[in-house]
């Protein structure tokens, strides 16, 4: 079976600072790995994704994420943040084959200050 | 239809009511998920479907809990007896494997059905 760990359930930063937002997994087989952020009173939406390739994966909004295989890690980052940023961050899994079913984490909620 | 519709974006209920809660995914779309995300659980999966195969319903909570799809396309979630628990945002999200590049790995979701159980 497949988990996803957020450690962080809240990241307070200042704007124009940089960010980290942590996401480690564990599986006993291949995984795609995605983030997904949601916007106040908004759904969810794709920021990124890892299907194979590069490691250092770039989504929208400026963000970017590096698939570490070795530490079973899939860290979001970005090098400046804006009050626009404040939502909540969700890392999720899905194996590569066998099943369409995704895990997610528990989330981080991003508070940008001015 | 442009995206994931579901419906209603509402409801109330009295704790031993059944609700039912509806998802029109996008057009085409073979795989259908549904999530509850409760305040700070994150999202929790269901259920899905895709295509014609039978559906995991690995995640659903207990036996109260069904769902169905008809024709490929529209869902409805329905919770029997409801119980306060219940209460959460339930969440619908469908993905196709068709068109360009890896289409198939991205969900899409509807902008949730808030369930409050009194």
């Known amino acids: 079976a497949q988990s996803v760990t957020q450690l962080d359930s809240q990241v307070p930063v200042f704007e124009e600072a940089p960010v980290e937002l942590r996401c480690n997994y564990s599986?006993?087989?291949?995984?795609?790995l995605f983030w997904y952020v949601q916007y106040p009173n908004q759904g969810l939406q794709l920021l990124l994704k890892y299907l194979s390739g590069s490691t250092l994966v770039k989504g929208i909004n400026g963000f970017e994420a590096e698939f570490n295989k070795s530490q079973t890690s899939f860290h979001l980052r970005k090098p400046s943040v804006h009050i626009s940023d404040t939502a909540e961050y969700f890392c999720a899994v899905r194996r590569t084959s066998g099943t369409y079913k995704y895990i997610f984490g528990t989330g981080t909620r991003l508070k940008v200050l001015a | 239809g442009a995206g994931v519709s579901q419906s209603p974006s509402n409801k109330v209920t009295e704790k031993g009511k059944d609700v039912e809660l509806r998802c029109d995914p996008i057009s085409g779309h073979t795989a259908l998920y549904w999530y509850r995300q409760s305040l700070g659980q994150g999202l929790e999966f269901l259920i899905y479907?895709?295509?014609?195969?039978?559906?995991?319903k690995s995640g659903l909570p207990s036996d109260r809990f069904s769902a169905e799809r008809t024709g490929g396309s529209v869902s409805t979630l329905t919770i029997q007896r409801t119980q306060q628990e219940d209460s959460a945002v339930y969440l619908c999200?469908?993905?196709?494997?068709?068109?360009?590049?890896?289409?198939?790995?991205?969900?899409?979701f509807g902008a949730g059905t808030r369930l409050s159980v009194l």
């Open positions: 479907f895709q295509g014609n195969s039978a559906p995991d």
């Open positions: 599986s006993s087989v291949s995984v795609y």
């Open positions: 999200a469908s993905s196709g494997d068709r068109g360009e590049g890896r289409a198939k790995n991205i969900q899409y």
